[in-house]
């Protein structure tokens, strides 16, 4: 490889040549910049600083003196180039310079680069100074481009620098309304479990349960929701001037009375599909942003959601600082695994059938959920789950043991499970026929499994089954002498509509 000269690499420059081969150029590039604090060679060596042995040698060759006096050049563009170059070098003894180059920069497209810069160096002082900096709004319409740029580069930055949520839930310094969602027509059992917690619920939804409370840790001893949100206002319009208008008084407010923390508060939004959400998401973020309030896609404290309703939408908050540990021992799950909180629903629906010191038979346990669930809802005398799969058993035993309820996991063809002894319950999230088999296999595995049935249960005993066979389902139980039909429940799940049957041994 022929390294350039000097003068070769100068006329190259002036006749504006794109296609140099930066390693050739590195050492006439070196020169130009200390020489003449060229800004284009100063781009090539930023570029060639990405490189360890490029960045090494040019942390030698660079006195720090040097470069800040390059931040101070009179041309932008030098300013700019320097910036990239010692973001790329990355030394800990750069943020300050950096710093305070930034804070007298008055040409917004150089900005940017600077934050960045120190976003790459990421050393505490670096990283304190981002999560100060507010970006000054645009003085004219040239400015919002550049404006956009500067707001995008502050997200990044705290993305890849600042780790985890800052801000801690302490409790809540008022009464709130708080939405609590669960499984579609499950809002009943729901409303069951708050009456016995003596929380003051308001009104109920088909999906959701709306209370009133100071005290939101007590509404986690509630299973059968799924998440609680704050609601901001319902029926907003559809823009980014009225969802951030609503949303910004209600968000700093919560956020302040929640933790300790101090501001900013870093925030995530969730918006409707449908939208170019990247570019709606911009265009809220810059309203939004502020002295309080910094997007953050990566790590947040709060999450502003945007639920589309019609033309319009509704407005709510979640806490992310709040850490629920509900089911925090749902570390595997299966594609066709039920979500916790619809399996305490749907056990709650067969509550006053369910007896204490039951012995409990799953014989498609998948992950663990349901019989989690049943564990932590009533003491069980036995609890015994099943599956043909062996990965499906391997991931309920990484769950019950996180769970600390004793499970006897089998690794089986249910059909040919032979139960010890009778039980007293069989709870099941029956194979769909969607993400795992077919309607044309459960045809035969759901004839079969009811002929199991009698000989699994006790006299008087129940099944409670999770079900999207409906109609085949219906049809086996009517032709089935030993069981007779207690009730059933249709419910919604990502989109599907299963139905919950509840089913009783006859006694005699």
């Not at 645009?138 to 705290?158: F, G, I, Q, W």
Request: with cysteine; net charge neutral.
């Amino acid at each position: 490889m022929k390294k350039l000269t000097v003068d070769e690499l100068r006329r190259k420059l002036r006749a504006g040549d794109s296609d140099i081969n930066g390693e050739a150029a590195y050492e006439a590039a070196l020169a130009l910049y200390l020489s003449e604090g060229n800004g284009t060679a100063c781009s090539i060596l930023a570029k060639l600083a990405k490189k360890k042995q490029y960045r090494e040698e040019l942390a030698e060759a660079l006195d720090i003196t040097f470069l800040t006096e390059r931040l101070a050049s009179a041309t932008p563009s030098a300013r700019k180039n320097t910036a990239v170059l010692m973001g790329n070098i990355g030394l800990a003894e750069y943020s300050r310079p950096l710093i305070d180059a930034l804070e007298r920069e008055e040409y917004r497209y150089v900005r940017p680069s600077m934050l960045l810069a120190l976003g790459a160096i990421g050393d505490p002082a670096a990283v304190a100074f981002i999560q100060r900096y507010r970006v000054a709004p645009a003085a004219n319409e040239d400015e919002a481009k550049h404006v956009e740029a500067e707001n995008a580069a502050v997200r990044l930055v705290l993305g890849r620098t600042v780790r985890g949520v800052h801000a801690r839930f302490t409790g809540l310094l008022r009464e709130y309304e708080i939405e609590l969602r669960c499984a579609n027509l499950l809002s009943k059992q729901l409303m069951e479990e708050l009456e016995e917690l003596g929380v003051r619920v308001l009104r109920d939804y088909p999906n959701a349960v709306v209370v009133s409370t100071a005290d939101l840790r007590s509404l986690y001893g509630a299973r059968c929701f799924s998440e609680a949100l704050f609601p901001i206002r319902r029926s907003v319009n559809l823009t980014a001037n009225a969802i951030a208008g609503c949303a910004r008084d209600f968000l700093t407010e919560l956020m302040r009375g929640a933790t300790k923390a101090q501001p900013p508060y870093r925030y995530r939004l969730s918006l409707p599909s449908g939208l170019d959400k990247a570019s709606f998401a911009r265009e809220i973020a810059a309203l939004l942003d502020s002295d309080e309030l910094v997007n953050s896609t990566s790590f947040y404290d709060i999450e502003l959601r945007v639920e589309q309703v019609k033309e319009r939408c509704s407005l709510y908050a979640k806490l992310c600082c709040f850490k629920d540990t509900r089911f925090a021992y749902r570390l595997e799950s299966l594609p066709a695994s039920i979500a916790p909180s619809t399996a305490a629903a749907v056990l709650r629906l067969a509550s006053d059938h369910l007896r204490s010191r039951a012995r409990v038979l799953d014989p498609f346990c998948g992950s663990g959920t349901m019989l989690i669930e049943r564990g932590l809802l009533s003491p069980c005398g036995a609890l015994t789950g099943v599956d043909i799969t062996p990965k499906a058993i391997e991931k309920a035993q990484r769950n019950v043991h996180a769970a600390g309820i004793d499970v006897e996991l089998v690794c089986k063809d249910c059909i040919k499970f032979r139960a010890n002894a009778p039980y007293d319950e069989v709870i099941a999230n029956m194979p769909f026929g969607l993400r795992v088999g077919s309607h044309e296999i459960n045809d035969k595995l759901y004839a079969q499994f009811l002929g199991k049935l009698p000989e699994w249960l006790a006299p008087g005993g129940i099944a409670l089954l999770y079900t999207m066979e409906y109609t085949l389902l219906r049809r086996l139980i009517s032709q089935q002498s030993e069981l007779e039909f207690i009730s059933r429940q249709r419910t919604e799940a990502g989109g599907l509509l299963p139905t919950v049957f509840l089913l009783r041994r006859r006694e005699s």
